[in-house]
């Protein structure tokens, strides 16, 4: 449908870069809420790993984090048509977000939650490359420059020569590059797919994952201080879904990507104030390089966007 100025002296394309502006903005809030309920989620898992096996606390949750978008559906009469769950795009999304969980939660429960979450940063920069490459986004020099820039942040603050850059934090460097996959994949879903619906998608893929290594990991008890931590988490983890299809579903995802940043700020905020934890002069230095590499990715957006919007509402 095209668009039509109230104002005879105003271009119609000027109203349509004023809707494109309204949808960022809106991407990035939607972004930022869901940062905070990843990292408040993984707080709590962290903690509950140290009593519990891991597949079966990624499957515990994940029962709960179903449940939970199921009830919210009810509550809400949102439509979700199960034909949908296993299909085309939705299915592919799912199966990358269940390998990058897995790849993520992993290397998070042997490190340092601002380690995980610092390496995990490289996602928006991914994201950024792969839609130059596969969308076909057009950048200049200066992006070009505060890409490298933010992987130079990212080594920086996970330092290779040191102890902390092992097997697990390689692993965690896969889990961000399977999560951009995953939400330049989550572009390609149609409009008319409700994210409600691509949010239990997700969510029922890590489980049935979580699921089937708990067969071959075996099961363990537990007691209620621990299905408190996971049913927290699961809320959590519910809303992070949600608010990230949202996100990414929602204005040009060259400005919406490196709002991924404040999750960084979220989890050295928490760590401050829960394990009084504080980065150390390199690594303050690789946080500013981060985040400087991406406010100006922000401000400077690709000269077109990723791909046109498709029919439908969310």
């Given at each position: 449908?095209?668009?039509?100025?109230?104002?005879?002296?105003?271009?119609?394309?000027?109203?349509?870069?004023?809707?494109?502006?309204?949808?960022?903005?809106?991407?990035?809030?939607?972004?930022?809420?869901?940062?905070?309920?990843?990292?408040?989620?993984?707080?709590?898992?962290?903690?509950?790993?140290?009593?519990?096996?891991?597949?079966?606390?990624?499957?515990?949750?994940?029962?709960?984090?179903?449940?939970?978008?199921?009830?919210?559906?009810?509550?809400?009469?949102?439509?979700?048509?199960?034909?949908?769950?296993?299909?085309?795009?939705v299915a592919l999304r799912s199966t990358l977000d269940a390998l990058a969980t897995f790849a993520y939660l992993l290397s998070l429960?042997?490190?340092?939650?601002?380690?995980?979450?610092?390496?995990?940063?490289?996602?928006?920069?991914?994201?950024?490359?792969?839609?130059?490459?596969?969308?076909?986004?057009?950048?200049?020099?200066?992006?070009?420059?505060?890409?490298?820039?933010?992987?130079?942040g990212v080594l920086l603050l996970v330092r290779p020569a040191t102890d902390g850059f092992n097997e697990f934090a390689l692993l965690?460097?896969?889990?961000?590059?399977?999560?951009?996959?995953?939400?330049?994949?989550?572009?390609?879903?149609?409009?008319?797919?409700?994210?409600?619906?691509?949010?239990?998608?997700?969510?029922?893929?890590?489980?049935?994952?979580?699921?089937?290594?708990?067969?071959?990991?075996?099961?363990?008890?537990?007691?209620?201080?621990?299905?408190?931590?996971?049913?927290?988490?699961?809320?959590?983890?519910?809303?992070?879904?949600?608010?990230?299809?949202?996100?990414?579903?929602?204005?040009?995802?060259?400005?919406?990507?490196?709002f991924r940043y404040s999750a960084l700020l979220i989890a050295l905020a928490l760590g401050w104030i829960v394990w009084n934890e504080?980065?150390?002069?390199?690594?303050?230095?690789?946080?500013?390089?981060?985040?400087?590499?991406?406010?100006?990715?922000?401000?400077?957006?690709?000269?077109?966007?990723?791909?046109?919007?498709?029919?439908?509402?969310?």
């Open positions: 449908m095209s668009i039509v100025s109230s104002d005879p002296f105003r271009p119609a394309a000027a109203d349509g870069e004023l809707e494109l502006l309204r949808a960022s903005r809106l991407g990035i809030g939607l972004m930022v809420g869901a940062m905070a309920c990843f990292v408040f989620n993984d707080a709590l898992v962290k903690y509950a790993s140290q009593t519990m096996p891991a597949a079966q606390l990624i499957f515990v949750r994940g029962l709960m984090a179903v449940a939970w978008i199921l009830l919210v559906a009810r509550a809400s009469g949102a439509s979700i048509r199960i034909g949908d769950l296993g299909r085309g795009r429960f042997r490190m340092p939650i601002g380690n995980a979450i610092a390496i995990n940063m490289a996602s928006p920069l991914f994201i950024t490359l792969l839609a130059i490459v596969l969308l076909r986004e057009r950048v200049g020099l200066g992006q070009w420059l505060a890409i490298a820039a933010g992987f130079a965690c460097l896969l889990g961000a590059l399977l999560h951009a996959l995953r939400d330049l994949v989550t572009r390609g879903i149609p409009q008319s797919v409700a994210s409600i619906t691509v949010t239990l998608s997700t969510a029922t893929a890590v489980t049935l994952l979580a699921g089937g290594a708990t067969a071959v990991q075996g099961w363990e008890p537990f007691g209620l201080f621990e299905f408190g931590l996971l049913a927290g988490a699961s809320v959590f983890l519910a809303g992070g879904y949600y608010l990230m299809i949202r996100s990414t579903r929602t204005g040009n995802l060259s400005a919406v990507a490196p504080a980065p150390d002069p390199v690594g303050w230095t690789g946080i500013a390089v981060l985040l400087l590499a991406g406010v100006y990715l922000l401000r400077r957006p690709a000269a077109i966007p990723a791909r046109p919007r498709l029919g439908g509402t969310a």
